[in-house]
């Protein structure tokens, strides 16, 4: 039985979009994270038509809207894109909220819980017209129906997709995706064809994509790419209409950053945030802390499945491939690699579409090797990681598993990780482990356990046990009304993870059991000597670091510490501070 032909598919997806506007309505975050910034842009410019402060704002009860209002400028890293396509659904929510206000008579700020949810519904549709494009594209490659069908629902219900969609739909994700699909479902539509037109086109659908993500600006290599391998002269001019029609779209964020930053061109997350000269290749693709190929085993499947079998309908492998590496070099040369909270490797949608049409190549591989019932396997067989996904993806609604912790497959299923971290990112582990001298399976738990300075800047030995190396006793003591951990042999090491590098004043609370016994203390981070002291029991101990002493991504810090009048005594630590 053929489940999945044309008009079959439709109302398919019908009910998928359905059911998604549902749950966005009930349980979606209608803003959070990034979406919070984008939405700010998005409310500005409907209400006010600019990006400044205004004083008839000076009561909302939003705080991170003020915190970006700097210099009475609104001040965000994220791309305006967004909220230029979120517009009309904000403009719909601002007509139902009027209707709405007719019978309670309060003042409409633009934060009302409408707002949110509406945008959140643009971005399903966006994410849903995308997953049809490509579905009629598959169709349009001479693929069975079901085969198309299936290899969409399984992107979506299997990958990362579905809670950028329906629960933290005011990210910019979902909109990415649409925009990355429209672009390649247009190219491989004209790109045998000679015509500045479609060219001047694409360069629209390319621009609206670095809108919604500035690392979308690689896809420009596809069409490069297919230039190189295809010259000729003609088409050579031709072609050169893709760049003011990208550049007409992008001129919108150059604008953007001049009003708010006084630049037409900058990296608005600053200078340090890019790391050119040092790419965590490994840690971005296997880390279990969002690694690309180890947080949805789909992802992996559908890019290598598209490598190999692409070619066979007349692909462009090349330019894919460039764009893949490309992407990847940028999104592993970022700061924060791991992209912070995070369900999977949320940075690589634009790579999405290709998964789709690798996983229905395999798909349609598999096909044919299965003589019975095949349809029926496969299904089943996807069912698996769908169901798989789905756990995942409940684990982390319900901060079973923490968003800015370290998710790994084996913890999902049996936590029995903690010794050499997830089978998956084995590869990564291994390595950290090696260049870093840390335990295998350590580098997980502390790139998940990242000390940042605005959040996260507290080690307490006696329960962040995540941070202990060696050299620390396994029972917790209570003294003076906490719970200590106490220093086995006078010398123990802790491990850490930095957000960022930048100066530090480093403060460590020593406790030992006799009141007022002298203590001299030894410090070494990495390689570097901070220095002796001697302290009193009870007494801080304050270090001033410079940043040139951190290294990325992992610090080790030696502490040896005794009591010269008592060498018996057993010294604990009640916390390390950075400030």
């Excluded at 229905?360 to 698996?384: C, D, N, P, V, Y």
Aim: charged share 15%; glycine share 6%.
């Amino acid at each position: 039985m053929i489940i999945f032909e044309k008009i079959t598919f439709k109302q398919v997806i019908l009910l998928m979009t359905m059911a998604s506007l549902w749950l966005l309505h009930t349980s979606g975050d209608k803003l959070g994270g990034d979406g919070h910034d984008y939405f700010l842009y998005c409310r500005n410019l409907f209400f006010y038509g600019d990006l400044r402060y205004h004083t008839e704002d000076h009561d909302i009860a939003d705080e991170r809207f003020h915190q970006n209002m700097k210099n009475g400028i609104l001040q965000t890293p994220f791309p305006i894109g967004p909220a230029l396509a979120w517009l009309p659904f904000y403009a719909t929510a601002h007509a139902v909220t009027i209707i709405d206000n007719i019978w309670h008579k309060e003042r409409i700020t633009g934060f009302e819980r409408n707002y949110g949810e509406f945008i959140g519904y643009g971005t399903v549709i966006y994410v849903f017209i995308g997953l049809y494009i490509l579905y009629l594209f598959l169709l349009q490659l001479q693929m069975p129906g079901f085969i198309a069908g299936l290899a969409v629902s399984l992107a979506y219900l299997g990958t990362f997709l579905i809670n950028y969609t329906i629960f933290e739909s005011s990210m910019s994700h979902g909109l990415s995706f649409f925009f990355i699909t429209l672009f390649l479902y247009l190219w491989f539509r004209w790109r045998a064809e000679i015509n500045y037109k479609k060219y001047l086109l694409l360069g629209f659908a390319l621009g609206g994509a670095i809108l919604m993500r500035y690392s979308n600006a690689v896809f420009i290599f596809i069409p490069l790419f297919d230039l190189i391998i295809h010259f000729n002269w003609n088409k050579l001019f031709h072609s050169l209409a893709i760049i003011p029609g990208t550049m007409t779209l992008f001129s919108l964020q150059m604008i953007t950053w001049k009003v708010c930053f006084g630049k037409f061109i900058l990296i608005p997350q600053g200078e340090s945030y890019m790391q050119w000269f040092n790419p965590k290749w490994m840690e971005t693709l296997f880390s279990s802390c969002h690694g690309l190929f180890s947080s949805h085993a789909l992802i992996p499947l559908g890019l290598i499945s598209y490598v190999v079998l692409a070619r066979r309908k007349k692909l462009d492998v090349a330019g894919v491939l460039a764009t893949s590496l490309a992407l990847l070099y940028i999104n592993a040369a970022t700061r924060d690699w791991y992209a912070g909270h995070a369900f999977g490797a949320r940075r690589f949608d634009a790579l999405l579409p290709f998964v789709i049409m690798g996983l229905a190549f395999m798909l349609q591989g598999l096909e044919s090797l299965l003589a019975r019932k095949q349809q029926l396997i496969l299904t089943l067989i996807s069912g698996l990681f769908i169901i798989y996904n789905l756990f995942y993806l409940d684990y982390y609604r319900h901060n079973t598993l923490k968003r800015d912790r370290v998710i790994t497959p084996i913890e999902i299923l049996s936590h029995s990780y903690e010794k050499t971290g997830s089978f998956f990112n084995l590869p990564a582990n291994l390595y950290l482990s090696l260049r870093y001298h840390i335990p295998l399976g350590k580098s997980e738990i502390l790139l998940g356990n990242y000390i940042d300075h605005s959040h996260n800047s507290i080690i307490d030995p006696a329960i962040n046990t995540e941070y202990l190396i060696d050299g620390w006793e396994q029972q917790v003591m209570p003294l003076a009304g906490c719970s200590i951990r106490r220093i086995k042999e006078n010398r123990a090491r802790v491990a850490f993870a930095l957000f960022e590098t930048s100066d530090t004043n480093m403060k460590i609370k020593f406790v030992a059991s006799k009141p007022q016994i002298l203590l001299a203390i030894k410090l070494r981070l990495n390689d570097h000597d901070l220095g002796s002291y001697t302290i009193y029991n009870s007494e801080v101990l304050q270090v001033s670091v410079s940043r040139s002493l951190f290294q990325q991504p992992f610090n080790i810090l030696t502490i040896e510490a005794q009591a010269p009048e008592d060498s018996t005594e057993k010294i604990a630590i009640r916390w390390i501070k950075f400030l």
